[in-house]
């Protein structure tokens, strides 16, 4: 099994620009997360899937939009990218939420991304 | 609002010393806290979850809900414990993760 895996790996945008970060998980998990990871900050959860279906907004939302395509897809989509976007975005997947237990995240490697 | 924050940036210990990554929480119900692992090269991964009461790696971690802390201890630290170390707590459908502390062991 690949875990979960995102493409591209690493990315320059224009500002402006729109794009597409793609993530495809293989366990057959029901949940899926997309965050950002900036220096001092930590990761912070732009959009999470708590199943197929549906989406919901996380802690920094704007200026993104996301698409859970299937079960094993879940897309983040810049429309217009700024520079404050310049960031290593990370994918997750989990089999439940909320479920005591079976919320443990399995990550992505990583897309890092550079608007100029 | 739900926080959480790891003071120490960085931590340097030696070999076969005792470790302590600190890890406080604001949190108005009963908090579920975790700690994820990041090693040189690797994905994030999830190390161990309170509810677990768990050791792992020879690390454990209490949950202090007076002191509203989550700090992870290994009584004997390892050159193989160098990571990036991430404490995260979960509040209904949304993680929230700290800013990290980067833990070198000297040999």
Redesign the interface.
Known sequence: NAGVTQTPKFQVLKTGQSMTLQCAQDMNHNSMYWYRQDPGMGLRLIYYSASEGTTDKGEVPNGYNVSRLNKREFSLRLESAAPSQTSVYFCASSEAMGTGGTETQYFGPGTRLLVL | AQR?T?PE?LLSVFKGAPVELKCNYSYSGSPELFW?VQYSRQ????LL?H??RESIKGFTADLNKGETSFHLKKPFAQEEDSAMY?C?L?S?????????TSLTVIP
């Open positions: 959480v790891q940036k994820y994905r994030l991964q999830l979850r509810i677990s991430y995260a979960r209904g459908n949304q993680f929230y993760f700290g800013t990290g």
